[in-house]
């Protein structure tokens, strides 16, 4: 997979899901996924361990991405610690448990799983919804429980968690800039424990002579970051002067179709 072309495609991909992500506030895994599924298939990976390796590098992409957003954010102000300390035990266990029951799961399950969720999120886009801010900031076992059940559908997912961590803060009456910045935040130890999850359960499936560690494909992540982190800020410079809106009903459009075409690749 060392050819030019696949690192043209992985540095293309790269630039795009940063784009994406920083335009509309939306980690890239959705993209990443399926696309990664699609080329690992094309270059021989057995479907029995096609859909792991995607999810393991596309969690690893994440590092650095969500490291670069939490930063931005902190910088701002704009992140509730409370919060964060809240929940950030329960994702790091609920992340952690999570690739352990990947790994014992079939390609097929997590790709209905994937799609699925990726129908919720993309339905969720696309008609805009909202939930109301309705009660305060929950005690701390409703956080540490809210962040179990974040971090572990992120990890089985491959999502840095905003899908769920904003809509969650919006209802827990956090304003939605700071619902956004602390989501960054918790973002940032799903995607760590998450790729080091991966790493130790794929171990057994490490071929160090085609750059796999564990359920992660080293190349691909470092060409992926690399373009991502340098066109994330260039999205965000865009997200007030291109339709948003409308972009993100396309975007969720374009999600749905991969997550479909991902399923039906692999049944």
Same mark, same amino acid.
Request: proline residues 4%; hydrophobic residues 55%; contains cysteine.
């Given at each position: 997979?060392?050819?030019?072309?696949?690192?043209? *495609?992985?540095?293309?991909?790269? /630039?795009?899901?940063?784009?994406?992500?920083?335009?509309?506030?939306?980690?890239?895994?959705?993209?990443?996924?399926?696309?990664?599924? =699609?080329?690992?298939?094309?270059?021989?990976?057995?479907?029995?361990?096609?859909?792991?390796?995607?999810?393991?590098? +596309?969690?690893?992409?994440?590092?650095?991405?969500?490291?670069? +957003?939490?930063?931005?954010?902190?910088?701002?102000?704009?992140?509730?610690? *409370?919060?964060?300390?809240?929940? $950030?035990?329960?994702?790091?266990?609920?992340?952690?448990?999570?690739?352990?029951?990947? +790994?014992? @799961? =079939? /390609?097929?399950?997590?790709?209905?799983?994937?799609?699925?969720?990726?129908?919720?999120?993309? /339905?969720?886009?696309? *008609?805009?919804?909202?939930?109301?801010?309705?009660?305060? @900031?929950? $005690?701390?076992?409703?956080?540490?429980?809210?962040?179990?059940?974040?971090?572990?559908?992120?990890?089985?997912?491959?999502?840095?968690?905003?899908?769920?961590?904003?809509?969650? *803060?919006?209802?827990?009456?956090?304003?939605?800039?700071?619902?956004?910045?602390? +989501?960054?935040?918790?973002?940032?130890?799903?995607? $760590?424990?998450?790729?080091?999850?991966?790493?130790?359960?794929?171990?057994?499936?490490?071929?160090?002579?085609?750059?796999?560690?564990?359920?992660?494909?080293?190349?691909?992540?470092?060409?992926?970051?690399?373009? /991502?982190?340098?066109?994330?800020?260039?999205?965000?410079?865009?997200?007030?002067?291109?339709?948003?809106?409308? @972009?993100?009903?396309?975007?969720?459009?374009?999600?749905?179709?991969?997550?479909?075409?991902?399923?039906?690749?692999?049944?």
């Amino acid at each position: 997979m060392l050819q030019p072309e696949w690192i043209a *495609l992985f540095l293309l991909l790269g /630039s795009f899901v940063g784009f994406m992500a920083g335009l509309l506030g939306i980690g890239g895994g959705g993209i990443l996924v399926p696309v990664l599924t =699609s080329i690992f298939l094309f270059n021989g990976i057995a479907t029995d361990h096609v859909v792991h390796l995607a999810l393991g590098t +596309s969690m690893a992409c994440m590092v650095i991405t969500t490291f670069s +957003s939490f930063r931005s954010h902190n910088a701002k102000g704009a992140v509730v610690w *409370l919060a964060v300390k809240g929940m $950030v035990f329960g994702i790091i266990l609920g992340t952690f448990s999570a690739t352990f029951l990947a +790994s014992y @799961l =079939s /390609s097929l399950f997590l790709g209905i799983f994937f799609a699925l969720f990726m129908a919720f999120v993309s /339905s969720q886009m696309f *008609l805009n919804k909202k939930p109301k801010p309705s009660r305060e @900031l929950s $005690v701390p076992t409703g956080l540490f429980a809210a962040g179990f059940g974040i971090g572990s559908i992120s990890a089985l997912v491959s999502i840095g968690g905003g899908s769920l961590t904003v809509p969650y *803060l919006t209802w827990q009456n956090i304003e939605i800039k700071k619902a956004i910045g602390t +989501s960054a935040a918790i973002g940032l130890p799903i995607s $760590v424990v998450g790729t080091v999850g991966y790493l130790i359960n794929g171990w057994h499936y490490s071929s160090p002579n085609d750059y796999i560690l564990g359920y992660v494909y080293l190349p691909a992540v470092v060409l992926i970051s690399l373009t /991502s982190f340098i066109t994330a800020p260039l999205g965000a410079g865009f997200a007030h002067k291109l339709p948003v809106s409308i @972009l993100k009903k396309i975007f969720a459009v374009l999600l749905i179709t991969l997550s479909i075409k991902m399923l039906v690749s692999i049944m």
